[in-house]
Structure formats: structure tokens, C-alpha cells
């Protein structure tokens, strides 16, 4: 499929993935069990975004970014 008119320059960049938090079990102990869940939740949902970015990306300059997938 063509696309008509070309997105803005600033729409065609790949998701930007940061560094997670550490995984080091005696600091995951720290965290409240309701805290941990919301992180886990805004994570997944920043991920499930980043892809769709990435995907939109691709679609429209095919290659530019990394084809990765989120766990669910």
C-alpha cells in the first residue's frame, strides 16, 4: 500500500527503550506488592506502545527500526 503524504520527520523515529530497573532479588523485596504491580503495568503498557510506534515506523520507511515484540 502507498502512503499519500509522508509523516513528519519527528513521527518516523524508532521507540527509545530504556534501561529497566535492577534485578536484584533483595531490592525487589523493598518494593510494595501493589507499588511493583502498578510499575509492571505502566512497563507493559510503555512496551506495547513502543511497539506500535516501531511497527507504524516500519510501515511507513520499511527497516528503520529493530522488529522486536514485547512479552504480554
Known amino acids: 500500500m502507498k502512503v ?8 518516523l523515529t524508532c521507540a527509545t527503550r530504556p534501561e529497566g530497573l535492577p534485578e536484584d532479588p533483595s531490592l ?4 510494595p506488592t501493589k507499588i511493583r504491580a ?8 510503555f512496551a ?4 506500535r510506534n516501531d511497527r507504524l515506523v516500519n ?14
Open 4 to 11: 499519500k503524504d509522508t509523516p513528519p520527520a519527528e513521527l
Open 48 to 51: 506495547g506502545n513502543a511497539d
Open 28 to 31: 525487589i523485596a523493598q518494593i
Open 38 to 45: 502498578g510499575i509492571i503495568r505502566l512497563a507493559r503498557a
Open 59 to 72: 510501515w511507513n520507511v520499511p527497516g528503520s527500526c529493530p522488529v522486536t515484540m514485547s512479552a504480554p
